[in-house]
Structures are given as C-alpha cells and as structure tokens.
C-alpha cells in the first residue's frame, strides 16, 4: 500500500509478470501515465485520467475492478471489454457486469447528452455518471439501487426521474449536480432511505417532495 503515493516525477512504470496484486494507494498522485495491468493480475486498478487514448479494452483476465479506476478519464469515450471476459462486458461502450444488471462505468470522455439505461440494469454503480456531460438519464423500472456517488458531480444533468422500485439513495448520489433542477419520485415509489449528502451542492434543485414512505434520511 501506498508503494510509490506522490511519487510525481515518476511518469511511467512497467509491472513484472510475476506481479498478481498492487496494494491501496500504491501510485496515488504519482505521475503515472500509463495503465498499470499485466496479463497475471486479476485486478484492474489504475487508469491514469492524463492518458489520450480515446478508448480502453478490458483483458479476458480480468475478473475484479477497483471503485473509481475510470473517475475523470475525460478523454477516454469508450470503454471495451474482452469477449472472453467471464465477469464484464461492454454495451455501447459503457461497462456493466456480465450479466448486465449493474452498471458499473459510462465514459466520461463519451459527449452525448442523453442516455437511456438497459431495461436489464438493477443497480446504478459507484460513480456510474459522475463528471459526465450527459443532461437527462433514463433510469429503467427494474432499478432497485442509486448506490453512494452514482451521479456526483454530473454538473450538466438537468433532470432526473426515479422509478418506484428504488428503494434507496446512496450517500453523496447527486452531489454538485449543479445543474439539476428537477427530482421527480415515480407513484407509488418503494424509496426506504436517502443517504449522507445525497443532494448537496446540487444548487439549482429548489424544491423536492420526498416520498411518504422514506424512513430515514442522512446529514
């Protein structure tokens, strides 16, 4: 852990083959440019955001993904994964799990200003949107979770509709989501919690009707 953290004049560093793991924090504020992966690591857990390939390809081997391993890779508009990848795969360029039920990463290098979520999704991953330059997201009915930083700071979205099956709002969720101005809870809404932070610095939101069945609310 922490192996070469504000190592800033370190640029660029090839990983031996005999390597399986990389630690926490191991090139945290580093000058690495390059992605930090061999074909013995299972683990994919560094993608510089300096780096000006415009699209990625997860290895085959890879069977786990670090929370926030693509946060602010602004130039980065697709990202692929290898077809005979047992645990990922790629729809459009956005990545979810194999299955399709979680979506774990939308490129934040990707322009458009709409999306509209697969009917397959159930779960919003950790960061999914964030510092995406989308302005109105359609979630799915079948989704059940916004888990914590979801949309955070997604400062173009405008809008956003929840459908009645989520069941809760994880903290800092829209957090400097400074354009929304508009939350809308489904009828009928199954929303049981909204976590720490969830909308704050979210400045254009004004006004908001909570639905009757929340229980708890966070700071």
């Not at 979506?103 to 009917?119: C, F, H, K, W």
């Not at 989520?166 to 049981?192: H, K, P, R």
């Amino acid at each position: 852990d922490n192996a070469f953290q504000y190592a800033s004049s370190l640029t660029s560093i090839t990983i031996p083959k005999s390597v399986t793991s990389i630690g926490n924090l191991a090139f945290y504020q580093s000058g690495i440019t390059n992605v930090l992966y061999n074909e013995n690591m299972t683990t994919l857990i560094y993608y510089p955001s300096s780096l000006k390939e415009d699209n990625f390809e997860i290895p085959a081997g890879v069977t786990s993904i670090v929370d926030n391993v693509f946060y602010n890779a602004t130039k980065l508009t697709a990202i692929d994964v290898d077809e005979n990848n047992v645990n990922y795969k790629s729809i459009n360029g956005v990545l979810f799990n194999k299955t399709g039920t979680i979506l774990i990463q939308y490129p934040v290098g990707n322009n458009a200003t709409r999306y509209e979520i697969p009917a397959s999704v159930t779960i919003i991953g950790n960061h999914a949107f964030s510092a995406s330059s989308l302005t109105s997201i359609t979630i799915p009915e079948g989704v059940t979770s916004i888990v914590a930083n979801a949309f955070a700071g997604a400062t173009k979205l405008e809008s956003i509709t929840i459908p009645a099956n989520v069941e809760s709002i994880g903290s800092n969720a829209f957090q400097d989501a400074t354009s929304l101005e508009t939350v809308t809870f489904e009828a009928g809404s199954q929303l049981d919690s909204i976590g720490h932070y969830a909308f704050q610095s979210a400045t254009a939101l004004t006004s908001i009707n909570i639905p009757e069945g929340v229980k708890s609310m966070g700071t």
